[in-house]
C-alpha cells in the first residue's frame, strides 16, 4: 500500500518562527505518511506528482502589484492538475488580502445568520480618493483606520482611532473607516482548522473615553502604546483582570460564523477575530487571516496532521 505523501509551502522566514513545526512531520509519520518541502521555484511536476495532498500559506507574496512570477506559475500549475488535493488554492487565500472584501464578506454572514446570534458587523466606508471634507454620515465616532491590504506590509498593520472628520486626513487613500466598538479589552481569537474550532481570550484595546479628540495611532503587531492605556479610566479593572472576566460568544454563533467563512472563501485553515460590544451585547468579527500562528490551540499540529490526512483520504 502508496505510503501517503503530504506536500508543504511555507516561506522560509514563516516556517523559521514555527519552532514547533517538527511535531508535524512526527504526527505524520507515526502514522505512516510522508512530508515533504515543496520548492516553488522549482519544476513543480517532479515535486508534486505523487503528492496526495499539499498546503501552503502564500499571503505574503500576494500583495497586490506584488505578486511573483512563481506564485502565478504556480497557480496555473495547480489549474492544469485538478486531481491534485490543493487544500486553500492561491485564489481562496487572496481573498483575504483585502479588508474591504473582508468587510463586505462579512456583512453578508451577518444577513444570513439568525438575529438571536446578536451577530452585529459595525458601519465602515471604503475612502478611496482623497477630499478636502470626507462624508461621515455613513457612521458615527469613533471609528478604527485601517488600510485595505491586510497584511503583507509592515503598513498593513498601522491603525489609528479616529475621534472626528479631520483625523482621517491622517491616513493614506485607500483607507477603510470602521466604527469602534468598545469591548472591555478583550478580543476573542477564533481558530479554524476543517471542522475544527477553538478561541483564545487575548487583551485588546481599551474603551474609548467620550471626551477624547486626539487620533491614537497603533500598530497592531506590537504592544499598545503608553498613549493607549493613558485612555483607561483610572477606575476600570486591568485589562488582564477584564479579559480574565470576560465571558466566551457562545460557541453556536462562533460555529455558525466559522462555517460560513469556510463555505463563503473555500478555506479551511484561518482565523478571525471577534469583539463583543459593551453597550449591546452584539458580536463582531473584525479581521479574517489565513493561517496565523494558532497561539493558545494545544496539539495544533496534531490536529492540522489529522485533518490532512482526512483530506488525503477523501473521495
Known amino acids: 500500500m502508496k505510503k501517503t505523501t503530504v506536500g508543504f ?8 518562527k514555527m519552532k514547533d513545526f517538527p511535531s508535524l512531520e512526527k504526527f505524520l509519520k507515526d502514522r505512516d505518511a510522508d512530508l515533504r518541502s515543496i520548492d516553488i521555484s522549482e519544476p513543480l511536476e517532479p515535486q508534486l506528482k505523487d503528492v496526495d495532498v499539499f498546503f501552503h500559506k502564500l499571503t505574503d507574496e500576494l500583495s497586490p502589484g506584488m505578486e511573483s512570477e512563481r506564485v502565478q506559475k504556480f497557480e496555473e500549475y495547480c489549474r492544469q492538475h485538478p486531481q ?17 472584501v473582508i468587510n463586505d464578506l462579512l456583512l453578508k454572514i451577518e444577513s444570513q445568520l439568525p438575529k438571536e446570534m446578536q451577530f452585529r458587523m459595525p458601519r465602515h466606508t471604503l475612502f478611496s480618493e482623497e477630499k478636502p471634507v470626507y462624508d461621515t454620515s455613513s457612521f458615527n465616532f469613533p471609528v478604527i483606520c485601517k488600510t485595505t491590504v491586510a497584511c503583507g506590509s509592515g503598513e498593513s498593520h ?19 473607516a470602521q466604527e469602534f466598538y468598545n ?59 477584564m479579559v480574565n472576566e470576560a465571558p466566551l460568544p457562545p460557541m453556536e ?29 452584539n458580536h463582531a468579527a473584525v479581521d479574517i487571516n489565513y493561517f496565523p500562528s494558532f497561539g493558545g490551540v494545544e496539539n495544533f499540529w496534531s490536529i492540522l496532521g489529522e485533518f490532512l490526512l482526512s483530506q488525503a483520504s477523501k473521495e
Request: glycine share 4%.
Open 183 to 241: 469591548h472591555n479589552s478583550t478580543i476573542y481569537k477564533v481558530f479554524t482548522i476543517g471542522d475544527y474550532v477553538k478561541i483564545v481570550k487575548r487583551p485588546s484595546l481599551p474603551n474609548m473615553p467620550p471626551s477624547h479628540h486626539e487620533t491614537v495611532f497603533f500598530d497592531s503587531q506590537k504592544p499598545f502604546a503608553p498613549q493607549m492605556q493613558a485612555l483607561k479610566s483610572p477606575t476600570e479593572k486591568s485589562d488582564e483582570e
Open 253 to 281: 454563533t462562533i460555529k455558525a460564523i466559522s462555517n460560513a467563512i469556510r463555505t463563503t472563501l473555500g478555506l479551511n485553515i484561518f482565523g478571525f477575530d471577534v469583539i463583543t460590544q459593551l453597550e449591546t451585547g
Open 84 to 100: 491534485l488535493r490543493n487544500v486553500d488554492p492561491v485564489q481562496n487565500q487572496r481573498q483575504v488580502m483585502n479588508r474591504s
Open 9 to 16: 509551502y511555507i516561506p522560509p522566514k514563516k516556517l523559521a
Open 158 to 176: 498601522m491603525m489609528g482611532i479616529v475621534f472626528e472628520e479631520k483625523g482621517l486626513h491622517s491616513f493614506q487613500v485607500p483607507f477603510i
